[in-house]
């Protein structure tokens, strides 16, 4: 079966676009409504930010490999973008996770694929790496990525 069947057949029996899949909404209609909308634009957490918390948040423009060995992490979030590598650039990134993530640390992706081939060069680099979620074994989010899985130092 195609993946984009699974994909927006798992979307429309498992979310309401309008009520509470802001992310499907929001490529649909181009806006967010006040009562859809990820939770760093809810009223309350708006104001937190535009009060001085976002002064505690690093942004950059740097090249990523270049930002992860600026300091030590205790959590890394990948999202989906090691999809899109080679394998060269995928050594290079878990090696790179590997030296910068401390002890105990954790590194989190979601991919399009059930099984996404570099989950074993993390695990080679060191990681304790599991699949928490395939989309394959049902409704996994309001995404519909193929896997969601953690890799533990």
Same mark, same amino acid.
């Given at each position: $079966? @195609?993946?984009?069947?699974?994909?927006?057949?798992?979307?429309?029996?498992?979310?309401?676009?309008?009520?509470?899949?802001?992310?499907?909404?929001? @490529?649909?209609?181009?806006?967010?409504?006040?009562?859809? @909308?990820?939770?760093?634009?809810?009223?309350?957490?708006?104001?937190?930010?535009?009060?001085?918390?976002?002064?505690?948040?690093?942004?950059?423009?740097?090249?990523?490999?270049?930002e992860?060995?600026?300091?030590?992490?205790?959590?890394?979030?990948? $999202? &989906?973008?090691? &999809?899109?590598? &080679?394998?060269?650039v995928?050594?290079?990134?878990?090696?790179?996770?590997?030296?910068?993530?401390?002890?105990?640390?954790?590194?989190?992706?979601?991919?399009?694929?059930? @099984?996404?081939?570099?989950?074993?060069?993390?695990? &080679?680099?060191?990681f304790?790496?599991?699949?928490?979620?395939?989309?394959?074994?049902?409704? $996994?989010?309001?995404?519909?990525?193929?896997?969601?899985?953690?890799?533990?130092?």
């Open positions: $079966m @195609c993946c984009c069947y699974l994909t927006v057949t798992g979307i429309a029996e498992n979310s309401h676009l309008r009520k509470n899949n802001y992310f499907y909404y929001n @490529c649909v209609t181009g806006h967010f409504l006040r009562e859809n @909308c990820p939770s760093y634009l809810l009223e309350h957490n708006y104001n937190k930010l535009h009060d001085g918390l976002i002064q505690q948040l690093t942004i950059s423009t740097r090249f990523f490999l270049d992860l060995r600026a300091r030590k992490y205790t959590k890394v979030i990948l $999202m &989906d973008h090691v &999809d899109w590598l &080679d394998e060269k995928v050594q290079e990134l878990a090696t790179t996770l590997a030296q910068q993530v401390l002890p105990g640390g954790i590194v989190i992706w979601r991919s399009a694929s059930l @099984c996404p081939p570099y989950a074993k060069v993390i695990a &080679d680099a060191g304790s790496v599991t699949c928490i979620s395939r989309a394959s074994e049902g409704y $996994m989010d309001r995404v519909r990525f193929g896997s969601f899985v953690t890799a533990l130092l």
